[in-house]
């Protein structure tokens, strides 16, 4: 069976720091990749997706990018936090077959606060 | 843009009770309509999903509900229990499937 981790489960970081975020999936391959940000109470807000390795599509323009050094291996990076860029940020996986369905599987999350 | 809108945002119910959640949709291009549920510190689990060719389907005390003419979907949850209560969120996908736009999310408080 498929699983995602995600690490680390809680960080906190000051102002200005750098930032990165793992996400890895097992048991599928080549599948579709996709960070999200979701802030206290929100909705889910898609940062960036990917097809393929090196493949990477941004949805919002800020001071996060995201890299996919490997297969199944997506990493969320940021030179220097901003107090914005708090919160909860999910990481998901779908099959990519190309078609029009698209489930989405989550990971457990990574808590993010800027201090 | 495509656009999910999501109501009520916030729902609480006596145990045992009905509860049902409805969205709407923007993009007529929209085939695939899934509902997560999400624990508090969680990740959203997917707990159902409807596709644009049937107008319902149910899994147990959980039901959705597709009504591509008025864009409408909605998610129906009976015998309501206590571990219900979580945050549920609505999504529609479309051709290409690479964008789920998510729904705000309905806060269901489920009362003993």
């Known amino acids: 069976s498929q699983t995602i981790h995600q690490w680390p489960a809680t960080l906190v970081q000051p102002v200005g720091s750098p930032l990165s975020l793992e996400c890895t999936v097992e048991?599928?391959?080549?599948?579709?990749l996709y960070w999200y940000r979701q802030a206290a109470g929100r909705g889910l807000q898609l940062l960036f997706y990917s097809v393929g390795i090196g493949q990477i599509s941004s949805e919002v323009p800020q001071n996060l990018s995201a890299s996919r050094p490997q297969d199944r291996q997506f990493i969320l990076s940021s030179k220097k936090l901003l107090l914005s860029d708090s919160g909860f940020y999910l990481c998901?996986?779908?099959?990519?077959?190309?078609?029009?369905?698209?489930?989405?599987?989550f990971g457990p999350g990574t808590r993010l606060t800027v201090l | 843009g495509e656009n999910v809108e999501q109501h009520p945002s916030t729902l609480s119910v006596q145990e045992g009770d009905s509860a049902v959640i409805k969205c709407t949709y923007s993009d007529s291009a929209s085939n695939y309509f899934p509902w997560y549920k999400q624990e508090l510190g969680k990740g959203p689990q997917l707990i159902i999903d409807?596709?644009?060719?049937?107008g319902e389907k149910k899994d147990q005390r959980i039901a959705v509900t597709l009504n591509k003419t008025a864009k409408h979907f909605s998610l129906h949850i009976t015998e309501t229990q206590p571990e219900d209560s979580a945050v549920y969120f609505c999504a529609a996908s479309g051709t290409g499937g690479f964008k789920t736009i998510f729904g705000a999310g309905t806060r269901l408080f489920v009362k003993a």
């Open positions: 409807i596709r644009s060719n049937v």
């Open positions: 048991g599928t391959s080549n599948p579709n």
């Open positions: 998901a996986w779908s099959v990519h077959h190309g078609g029009s369905y698209n489930e989405q599987f």
